[in-house]
């Protein structure tokens, strides 16, 4: 069963930043968006940034100028590079993957497990 691996989550303060990385728990056919969301305590799972194979990107509003997203397709791994880092961006950051597992497969959505990401001094 792929799964999408995780990591980079943790306790940072205010102003800090944060890097997370996400990749496939084994070789896939292809990769096409991977993204980021985030479901902050109490309130609902939202968009982060998505990118896609060719590397156009897309950011929630709130996001923009802080937050950057990147892939590196050799290595089938997205990151979210975060800056400026609020308590508002407490929450847990789950990296997103629409893939083809095999040739004949169909393109499927895949979920990590989530990385807790906290912002608090």
């Known amino acids: 069963q792929v799964q999408l691996v995780e990591s980079g989550g943790g306790l940072v303060q205010p102003g800090g930043s944060l890097r997370l990385s996400c990749a496939p728990s084994?070789?896939?056919?292809?990769?096409?968006?991977m993204g980021w969301y985030r479901r902050a305590p109490g309130k609902q799972r939202t968009l982060v940034a998505t990118i896609t194979s060719s590397g156009s990107t897309n950011y929630a509003d709130s996001m923009k100028g802080r937050f950057t997203i990147s892939r590196d397709n050799a290595k089938n791994t997205v990151y979210l590079q975060m800056t400026s880092l609020n308590v508002e961006d407490t929450a847990v950051y789950s990296c997103y993957a629409l893939m083809k597992v095999a040739p004949f497969s169909p393109p499927r959505d895949f979920w990590g497990q989530g990385t807790q990401v906290t912002v608090s001094s």
């Open positions: 084994e070789n896939i056919f292809i990769i096409n968006a």
